[in-house]
């Protein structure tokens, strides 16, 4: 059971808009630790999507976007297209395990 | 560029010990932790723990706590992640991660291509 909740799946058209949420508690993302997401291609080691909240790094298409609000954050993702289907992975900071290292357990992404 | 190269896949069989590494390039290793991350077969992924690879400062997480062991080597900017007694259980892809700035807290921007072990008798 991971400390982050993230839904097991999500699915959408090409083109369309789709949402996966990151629901934690008080003791991480609404202890106003950061909250990032990293996507994982099959047989890949998972590559940094959005850091801070809402922030890109440099190469990531403006398409994928982060927000947080409370003790939740969410990745959108705008446009679908096929290369977009993968997992995709919250992660954050937890007080109660002494600052340790949260993931979610993961979100497989079918694009249709 | 930074980057992080781990080392090969391993086969061992319960009870055996492992050792596996993580070498840095492109940056001054000193700079940055190094974490460590499981994927078991088909299933997400789990913080094992970190380290301060300026001093060796260790930090686990309580699933890890007392089964692996984090250490550097800094003469030749590597990372390890060591086990005394392997279990089946611990079959897994192991992948060593690089926060984006200086400190503990951050996301993960620099990963490892990870390293698979596979333990069975």
């Known amino acids: 059971q991971s400390v982050l909740t993230q839904p097991p799946s999500v699915s959408g058209a090409p083109g369309q808009r789709v949402t996966i949420s990151c629901t934690g508690s008080?003791?991480?993302?609404?202890?106003?630790?950061?909250v990032h997401w990293y996507q994982q291609l099959p047989g890949t080691a998972p590559k940094l999507l959005i850091y801070?909240?809402?922030n890109r790094p440099s190469g990531v298409p403006d398409r994928f976007s982060g927000s947080k609000s409370g003790t939740s954050a969410s990745l959108a993702i705008t446009g679908l297209q096929a290369e977009d289907e993968a997992d995709y992975y919250c992660h954050s900071y937890d007080s109660s395990l002494s600052g340790s290292g949260v993931f979610g357990g993961g979100t497989k992404l079918t694009v249709l | 560029e930074a980057q992080l190269v781990q080392s090969g896949a391993e086969v061992k069989k319960p009870g055996e010990s492992l050792r596996i590494s993580c070498k840095a390039s492109?940056?001054?290793?000193?700079?940055?932790?190094i974490n460590w991350v499981r994927q078991m077969p088909g299933k997400g992924l789990e913080w094992m723990g970190r380290?301060?690879?300026?001093?060796?400062?260790?930090n686990y997480s309580p699933s890890f706590q007392g089964h692996v062991t984090i250490s550097v080597d800094k003469s030749i900017s590597t990372a390890y992640l060591q086990w005394r007694s392997l279990e089946a259980s611990d079959t897994a892809m192991y992948y060593c991660?690089?926060?984006?700035?200086?400190?503990?807290?951050?996301?993960?921007?620099?990963w490892g291509q990870g390293t698979m072990v596979t333990v069975s008798s």
């Open positions: 801070g909240d809402n």
């Open positions: 492109g940056y001054i290793f000193t700079t940055y932790w």
């Open positions: 008080s003791s991480n993302i609404g202890a106003n630790y950061d």
């Open positions: 991660a690089r926060p984006r700035r200086r400190g503990p807290i951050d996301a993960f921007d620099i």
């Open positions: 380290i301060d690879t300026s001093d060796s400062y260790t």
